[in-house]
């Protein structure tokens, strides 16, 4: 099957759609900027009643690749507000917005610091669910020393890690045979 947007999104964000994670992320390459206004416009429409809202965080004109954030809003709302995650992001120079759980003023700083940094913001691991202490250790490790790797780099238990990896990919499994099978995403997201 095609590798096209909604491909993509299933292979990268299924586990979002099954309410098993906060969000998701993915690459989208397509020379046409008004075709993928269109889609994420259309998806919004038909995911929101879901409680799911898809986002283009970053996009270039020249590589024609951008950058799709696929989020439960009720969900991220959670991390955002968490005082030990808000601690965090001011740390590393977010500024807490006039309404704490406002999720656009969040991800807004994201998307800035994903088109204007040098470097890669690691701590959009946050923003994807991931738990703090495995952020905060990717961080200070500069990536190594962890004590496992799945869907990303964990710093903590291993085996309650693996465990969760596995059934995130269980989740990315099933939801890609259910599609290639015919069921459509509007039916594979849950609603929350």
């Known amino acids: 099957m095609e590798r096209n947007f909604e491909t993509v999104m299933i292979e990268q964000c299924a586990p979002v759609l099954a309410s098993l994670k906060p969000a998701g992320l993915f690459r989208y390459e397509t020379r046409d900027c008004a075709d993928l206004a269109r889609r994420v416009k259309n998806w919004n429409e038909q995911l ?5 809202r898809v986002r283009v965080l970053k996009g270039c004109v020249r590589t024609h690749q951008y950058l799709v954030y696929v ?7 959670a991390v955002l507000t ?3 995650v808000q601690g965090f992001l001011r740390q ?7 309404e704490r759980a406002d999720c656009t003023a969040w991800l807004t700083q994201l998307s800035r610091r994903l ?3 040098e470097e890669f913001p690691h701590e959009i691991g946050v923003f994807l669910g991931y738990p703090l202490s495995d952020v905060v250790g ?4 500069s990536g190594r020393n962890f004590t496992c790797c799945g869907c990303w780099k964990a710093y903590g238990d291993p085996q309650a890690a693996q465990r969760h990896f596995a059934q995130l990919r269980k989740c990315t499994a099933v939801y890609l045979r259910l599609f290639h099978s015919g069921t ?6 849950v609603a929350a």
């Open 48 to 52: 929101q009643p879901k409680g799911l």
């Open 115 to 117: 088109c204007c940094s």
């Open 184 to 189: 459509p995403i509007l039916r594979l997201a």
């Open 71 to 77: 989020y439960r809003e009720s969900m991220l709302r």
């Open 92 to 98: 590393e120079g977010y500024h807490l917005p006039a």
């Open 82 to 84: 968490d005082e030990t």
């Open 138 to 141: 990717f961080i200070e490790n």
